[in-house]
C-alpha cells in the first residue's frame, strides 16, 4: 500500500497561466476526490470520481476547473486562467468500495500559489 | 444543506489528560457519516476515527472515541492519554448518504489542538 500521490507538491504561476495536477490513487481504490483548503479552514469538497465516472463536481467550482480520470486510475485537475483567489492547499483522497468506502485516504497536496 | 461546526479554534491539554473536541451537525438525511480527521503541520490529513448514524454504539479507536449523541447533533471527539505527538489540527466532517457512503464531504473549520509537557 503506497498510498495516495500528487504531483507537484508545490506551483508558483502567475496570473492568468494554466496549472495542471496530477493525483495517483492507491491501486485497488475505485473512487477519488478532489478537495482545496485554504488557510485557516478546512477541507472544501470539489469533485469526486467512481471508476472513470464523474458523480459530482461542486457548483462553487467556476467553468475554469476541470477534472478528468480517464481511465479509472490517476486524475488530473486543471485550473485555467488563474486567479490570485485560487491560491490553496489542493488535496486529493481515494477509498475503496463497499465497507471500506467510509475512510478516505488522503495525499500530501498540492500548494498552489499565483501571483 | 450539510453543515459542520466546530466551535474551538484552540484548545490547550496537559500531556496524558483526556481532551473533547466539540463538533455539531446538521443534516436532513437520516443516513449519513460523521468522521473526524487529524492534520499535523506538515500538511497530511490522517483519518482517525468513523460513526454512521445508524450505529448503536459511539465509536471507538485506541485512544480515540466518538461521542456521538444524535438527538443533539453532536459527534464529539475525545482523546485520552494525550500525547505530545497529538498537537496538529482535528477537522470533523460528515458524507451523506446509506453508510456516510456518499461522494460529497462536509468539513468544519477545525479545531487546533496543542498538547502541553
Not at chain 1, 476526490?33 to 470520481?49: A, D, I, K, S
Not at chain 2, 481532551?19 to 449519513?32: A, E, N, R
Not at chain 2, 473526524?36 to 490522517?46: C, T, V
Not at chain 2, 448503536?56 to 471527539?77: I, M, P, V, W
Request: glycine share 10%; hydrophobic share 30%; charged share 20%.
Amino acid at each position: 500500500d503506497t498510498g495516495v500521490s500528487q504531483d507537484p507538491r508545490h506551483k508558483i504561476t502567475k496570473r492568468g497561466q494554466n496549472v495542471t495536477f496530477r493525483c495517483d490513487p492507491i491501486s485497488e481504490h475505485n473512487r477519488l476526490y478532489w478537495y482545496r483548503q485554504t488557510l485557516g479552514q478546512g477541507p472544501e469538497f470539489l469533485t469526486y470520481f467512481q471508476n472513470e465516472a464523474q458523480l459530482e463536481k461542486s457548483r462553487l467550482l467556476s467553468d475554469r476547473f476541470s477534472a478528468e480520470r480517464p481511465k479509472g486510475s490517476f486524475s488530473t485537475l486543471e485550473i485555467q486562467r488563474t486567479e490570485q483567489g485560487d491560491s490553496a492547499m489542493y488535496l486529493c483522497a481515494s477509498s475503496r468500495p463497499g465497507q471500506g468506502a467510509n475512510e478516505q485516504f488522503f495525499g500530501p497536496g498540492t500548494r498552489l500559489t499565483v501571483l | 444543506a450539510q453543515k459542520i461546526t466546530q466551535t474551538q479554534p484552540g484548545m490547550f491539554v496537559q500531556e496524558k489528560e483526556a481532551v473533547t473536541l466539540d463538533c455539531t451537525y446538521d443534516t436532513s438525511d437520516p443516513s449519513y457519516g460523521l468522521f473526524w480527521y487529524k492534520q499535523p503541520s506538515s500538511g497530511e490529513m490522517i483519518f482517525l476515527i468513523y460513526q454512521g448514524s445508524y450505529d448503536q454504539q459511539n465509536a471507538t479507536e485506541g485512544r480515540y472515541s466518538l461521542n456521538f449523541q444524535k438527538a443533539r447533533k453532536s459527534a464529539n471527539l475525545v482523546i485520552s492519554a494525550s500525547q505530545l505527538g497529538d498537537s496538529a489540527m482535528y477537522f470533523c466532517a460528515m458524507r451523506e448518504g446509506r453508510r456516510g457512503n456518499a461522494g460529497k464531504s462536509t468539513f468544519g473549520d477545525g479545531t487546533t489542538l496543542t498538547v502541553k509537557p
